[in-house]
Structures are given as structure tokens and as C-alpha cells.
């Protein structure tokens, strides 16, 4: 069966949390895989990150690590200075995943979070500026064993990368067995004509998986076609990890970058949260096996 996974961020308002604490969590309601945002890692002393690693293979867990991209690390970036600050940063954040035995880095990794400011439609030079900083930091990746999935976001998110055919011809570019690509249906709602065959596109390059409903609620609380979902993944015999991504709370830092500007769980304490994820696992499950994929 595929390892299914997590977002920390479900519960959290803010980015940074207590890892520990939803280590277990994720571990006690029954997932294989807790994803978290990557920058913390960089304010972490190895002791530290080495305690979340031991504790992680406790709990049978995976730790993998996801990225929007602070603009101040624009790896696309016109400004030289911006640029190679960018390379800098994603490089010491992958030699830190390295370093807790992780094997993967996804999100918005390739540019800086939203539209640049001076952007006036042709993406190209930023494009190419994204590929040169990315060859340098694969580098980095195949030297620590760490698979580097850029993810197709949608309009707001980035100019860059917003479909799964544009994900691949980055991926092309780069040419490395340690690059892949990351889909996730939200974002797939918003920006593919057919989402079943954006998935059947990409076929083994598809490296990690995001779910998440038209909204970003949880799996099969909206209008997603998740019979079209699964019978793609089945199609291309997807083995990979399944992380679900919602994000329902108003509010913090998280409520801001994502606007969620109301609260998409009624009441959203942190037990309600709970039987919400208890409810995604098992649909999930549930669609694993519908599918002959568990």
C-alpha cells in the first residue's frame, strides 16, 4: 500500500510547532508519513533534529518536508544577490534533511512564493534563472540522497510552474534522477483541463502526491472526483506517498499565506481536528483498496 501522510499543519496555525508532539500524533491516529515546513530545520541544533529522527523511527513515521519559498530567496530572481542567497539557503536546507535521514524536499522550491512584482507576463527569463540556481542545488540533493519534487501550484502561488506538463519540462531540463514532480489536486482543480490525465502525463515522474479538496478540506468533504483521482494513480501504478494537505483554520501565519479567511471545520478544536484526520485516513484507505493499490 502506498505510505499515506499528513500535513502539521492541518492543526497548526503558525508554520513552526512542536514536531514532537505530532510525530505522535500522526504515528497514534495511523499515518506512515508526517510532512512539515522545511525552514525550521535551519533554527534546529543537529542534537535536536537528531532526537525528532530517533523519535520519528520510534513511531514508524516518516518525516518528509515541504517549501513555499520566501521571496527573499527567490531562486528565480533578476537580482544576482537574491539568487544566489536563494541557492545558498535551499542547499543548507537540504543538507540539514540529509543529515535526519530524509529523502524528500517539495513545495514551491523552484521560486519565490507569489508573482514577482515586476512581472509583466513572459516567465522565460525567470524560468531560466530558476533552472540555473536549480542545477547547482540538485548537486546538493544527489550528494545527501534527497529526491528534490517540484510541486504545480496554481496562478496565485506562483507564475512559474502551474501545470503538470510545465512540472515536467522543468524536470526535463534538470535531468536528474534526484528531481521529480509533486501534484496536488487543489491546485490541479484550479489550473488542468483533466486531471485524471494530468496525472497519467506526468506517469513515473511523479515522485510524491498532495490531496486535498477543491477548497482544501479534507478528502471527499467537497466536489473533487475522487473515483478519477485514484483510477489515474492506479493507472501509472503509483507506489509513492499520499499526503493530505488541508488547511481549515482561520487564522496566524498559516490562515495569512494560504487565505483561509473563515474556518472550514465547524468549531475547530484540536480533538475535532483529530476525527477529521481519522476520517481522511480512512477514505483514503478506502480508495487505496477500491483501486486494488493496498
Known amino acids: 500500500m502506498n505510505k499515506l501522510g499528513i500535513f502539521m499543519n492541518f492543526w497548526e496555525k503558525n508554520w513552526d510547532a512542536d514536531h514532537k508532539k505530532y510525530i505522535k500524533k500522526a504515528s497514534d491516529i495511523g499515518f506512515d508519513v508526517l510532512e512539515f515546513q522545511a525552514q525550521p530545520l535551519l533554527e534546529?541544533?543537529?542534537?535536536?533534529?537528531?532526537?525528532?529522527?530517533?523519535?520519528?523511527?520510534?513511531?514508524?513515521?516518516?518525516?518528509?518536508?515541504?517549501?513555499?519559498?520566501?521571496?527573499?530567496?527567490?531562486?528565480?530572481?533578476?537580482?544576482?544577490?537574491?539568487?544566489?542567497?536563494g541557492v545558498d539557503y535551499l542547499q543548507r536546507i537540504v543538507e540539514r534533511i540529509g543529515y535526519m535521514g530524509g529523502t524528500l524536499l517539495s513545495g514551491v522550491s523552484y521560486a519565490g512564493?507569489?508573482?514577482p512584482d515586476n512581472f509583466l507576463g513572459d516567465k522565460r527569463p525567470y524560468w531560466e534563472n530558476s533552472i540555473k540556481s536549480m542545477r547547482e542545488i540538485i548537486k546538493t540533493a544527489e550528494d545527501n540522497g534527497v529526491t528534490y519534487c517540484v510541486e504545480a501550484v496554481n496562478r496565485f502561488e506562483t507564475c512559474l510552474i502551474n501545470t503538470a506538463a510545465e512540472a515536467l519540462a522543468y524536470v526535463a531540463e534538470i535531468d536528474s534522477p534526484n528531481i521529480g514532480v509533486l501534484l496536488d489536486t487543489y491546485h490541479m482543480n484550479i489550473e488542468e483541463n483533466n486531471i485524471g490525465d494530468a496525472i497519467r502525463l506526468v506517469g513515473d515522474k511523479l515522485t510524491s502526491f498532495h490531496t486535498g479538496e477543491n477548497n482544501r478540506t479534507a478528502p471527499g468533504r467537497g466536489h473533487l472526483d475522487w473515483d478519477e483521482i485514484f483510477g489515474a494513480l492506479a493507472d501509472i501504478n503509483y507506489k509513492n506517498r499520499i499526503v493530505s494537505e488541508p488547511f481549515v483554520m482561520e487564522g496566524g501565519e498559516v490562515g495569512r499565506d494560504i487565505h483561509v479567511y473563515r474556518n472550514l471545520v465547524e468549531n475547530p478544536s484540536e480533538a475535532r481536528i483529530d476525527e477529521e484526520a481519522k476520517y481522511l485516513l480512512n477514505f483514503e484507505r478506502e480508495m487505496l483498496k477500491k483501486y486494488n493499490m493496498a
Open 113 to 115: 512564493w507569489g508573482t
Open 44 to 85: 534546529m541544533s543537529k542534537d535536536h533534529m537528531k532526537d525528532l529522527a530517533k523519535l520519528a523511527e520510534e513511531c514508524g513515521i516518516e518525516l518528509t518536508y515541504s517549501l513555499g519559498l520566501d521571496r527573499n530567496y527567490d531562486v528565480s530572481s533578476m537580482d544576482e544577490k537574491v539568487r544566489l542567497g
